[in-house]
């Protein structure tokens, strides 16, 4: 059974900076790729970048990010504390949505955005 827990979220000013944490426990071959994605209020889910516990970096279209957060987000993970990290720089008000970690033993389904394991999110508000 794959666990993952977020935090970090809270309400930060334009032009700000949080660093979102995702505390994961289970089997360790269920979460090779890990992934943030968030989704604000009536607009579809969007995902954000992914990494494998190797480090590579990955996300749809061969690019390490998505071209919203490109330049201002980065993915990261430590493997040895079993945690994943989004460091959220420049925020913008666009950027106020519930973020979500995911995990998932293949790449394909994360890009996909159907990971088979999430976190219940934290709330970023930008304003």
């Known amino acids: 059974h794959v666990q993952l827990v977020e935090s970090g979220g809270r309400s930060v000013q334009v032009g700000g900076s949080l660093r979102l944490s995702c505390a994961a426990s289970?089997?360790?071959?269920?979460?090779?790729?890990m992934g943030w994605f968030r989704q604000a209020p009536g607009k579809e889910r969007e995902g954000l970048a992914a990494?494998?516990?190797?480090?590579?970096?990955?996300?749809?279209?061969?690019?390490n990010y998505a071209d919203s957060v490109k330049g201002r987000f980065t993915i990261s993970r430590d493997n040895a504390k079993n945690t994943l990290y989004l460091q959220l720089n420049s925020l913008k008000p666009e950027d106020t949505a519930m973020y979500y970690c995911?995990?998932?033993?293949?790449?394909?389904?994360?890009?996909?955005?159907?990971?088979?394991?999430w976190g219940q999110g934290t709330q970023v508000t930008v304003s």
């Open positions: 990494i494998a516990a190797d480090g590579t970096t990955a996300y749809a279209g061969g690019t």
């Open positions: 289970g089997d360790p071959s269920k979460m090779w790729w």
């Open positions: 995911a995990a998932d033993r293949t790449l394909s389904r994360v890009v996909a955005g159907f990971p088979s394991h």
